[in-house]
Every structure is written in C-alpha cells, then in structure tokens.
Nanobody, 124 residues
C-alpha cells in the first residue's frame, strides 16, 4: 500500500528557511515521479516542485518558487525533500507530496496518492 507522510512544516519569519520531508512506505520512491503541491486558504491547489524517477531525476519548479526552493531525493531513506529558502508570506499554505506511480512530473492528481499535508506559515 502506497503511503506518503509529510513533515517539517512550521512557523517561520519572512526570509527564513524550512525543509519539508516526504517519506514513502509500501513502494520505492526512486522509481516514480514525486510532486510537491500546496494549497492556501481560499485558493486552488498548485504544483510547487517535482522530481522525475531515477537517480538522475529531472526537477521542475513553479515560477513562483524557482531559485528559492529545491527538491531532492534520498534513496537510502526513501524520502523526498523540499528545501525552502527566502520564504515569503505568500508561501503560507498546507504542503502535500503526491505520486500517481508514473515516472514523470505529469502527475494525474485525481489518481495520485497523497500525504496528509504539513502546514507552513510565514509570518513575522
């Protein structure tokens, strides 16, 4: 059974950093594309970052987070990370990781497995 568990959220001041973790169980994360998404109150869910399958997986980012966020994978821990730097108040949202067990970043969100989410709040 595919399970994803996010952690690492919290309250941080503008300009600060957080690292989110997405731990997988029941499957090997390295074989699949994994995406990070977020949803702020009153807004639609949006894709933030994604990494394709394999040890040399390609990474993709939303324009709003490019050069600030970095997605990576630790195969030994079966975990995908989202390093978030230079955080802004508009980054406040619940962050989710997801996979549809495909190899690309073209994740079919209706068919995907999702974690429970982790809250990120950027505020002074």
């Amino acid at each position: 059974q595919v399970q994803l568990v996010e952690s690492g959220g919290g309250l941080v001041q503008p300009g600060g950093s957080l690292r989110l973790s997405c731990a997988g169980s029941g499957f090997t994360l390295n074989y699949y594309g994994i995406g990070w998404f977020r949803q702020a109150p009153g807004k639609e869910r949006e894709g933030v970052a994604c990494i394709t399958s394999g040890s040399d997986g390609e990474t993709m980012y939303a324009d709003s987070v490019k050069a600030r966020f970095t997605i990576s994978r630790d195969t030994s821990k079966n975990t995908v990370y989202l390093q978030m730097n230079s955080l802004k108040p508009e980054d406040t949202a619940v962050y989710y990781c997801a996979t549809d067990l495909g190899s690309t970043c073209n994740i079919e969100t209706d068919d995907a497995s999702w974690g429970q989410g982790t809250q990120v709040t950027v505020s002074s």
